[in-house]
């Protein structure tokens, strides 16, 4: 079937194919044949525009028009490749099974599910080290014919095993996503650093989310042990369901410790 899908919001991971639309219709004549539209919605702040978006598309469309996403608790067991996400980009299991208090994962999709491994070099999973050892082999298996590839989905430095990073050492890594969204999680992120550069990977390698919005002075100091230690760290401004608008000197300091070439240009004095 050949199915237009609609995104309310433009990523860097969502599809670029003459199916895939943002926004608004065009005029019926730039319209490709199909059989459906599908609305896809990330975010739960888009749910308003997306239910806008389904009635302008019913203007121009005779055919079915679904609205759905992780915007409305969709489990996304039904992964295909470059259908809601560009093409490359690779879920192999859904949910997780910690419950933190700042991530809806686990409410919208349950435990750890693992799924039927579809190609790519960008693993989009939610918790991927927290699939079985079987799971995990099969994916690195897949990978050895791969390039430029990135676990995206934010690695769980206390799951990182040595046998985990022999695998990883066998293959054309681009980027290892850590994640380090508190001030504890930061004495299991470190270790775990130092072992990813002992075992031959470099700074560039080395990737850090780090969830920041709250106390900006412990959060600057855990950007800053991060990058000390080895990695590159990324803040990202905690969301939760209902948007939540920051002030300029968040934005800035968002902005500072999300782009590499500024913090590392002041590194003598970090």
């Not at 050949?2 to 919001?9: A, D, G, L, N």
């Not at 799971?135 to 676990?151: D, E, P, W």
Request: overall charge positive; proline content about 5%; hydrophobic content about 35%.
């Amino acid at each position: 079937m050949k199915i237009i899908r609609v995104f309310p919001t433009k990523t860097s991971m969502t599809p670029v194919d003459d199916y895939a639309f943002y926004g608004l219709p065009p005029f019926k004549q730039f319209i490709p044949e199909h059989d459906g539209v599908h609305i896809s919605t990330v975010f739960t702040w888009d749910k308003e525009k997306a239910e806008m978006l389904q009635k302008n598309w019913q203007e121009v469309t005779n055919k079915p028009i679904f609205v759905g996403g992780p915007a409305y608790d969709d489990r996304g067991d039904g992964f295909i490749p470059g259908m809601y996400l560009k093409r490359g980009i690779t879920i192999t299991s859904r949910g997780c099974p910690n419950h933190c208090w700042f991530c809806s994962v686990s409410q919208r999709e349950g435990d750890i599910r693992e799924l039927p491994i579809m190609e790519g070099n960008i693993i989009q999973d939610n918790n991927f080290l927290a699939c079985s050892k079987e799971h995990r082999l099969a994916v690195y298996n897949m990978l050895r014919f791969q390039k430029s590839i990135c676990f995206k989905g934010g690695l769980e430095a206390r799951l990182l095993t040595s046998w985990d990073i022999e695998q990883m050492r066998s293959l054309k890594i681009k980027e290892l996503w850590l994640a380090c969204d508190s001030h504890n999680a930061l004495f299991q992120s470190i270790p775990t650093i130092k072992r990813l550069l002992n075992a031959g990977f470099k700074q560039n390698h080395i990737r850090c989310y780090v969830l920041i919005g709250f106390e900006m002075q412990e959060e600057e100091h855990r950007l800053i042990e991060l990058y000390k230690a080895g990695c590159l760290p990324f803040a990202q401004l905690y969301q939760p369901i209902e948007r939540k608008e920051y002030n300029h000197e968040w934005r800035q300091f968002a902005r500072k410790w999300s782009r590499p070439a500024v913090y590392r240009s002041n590194h003598n004095a970090l």
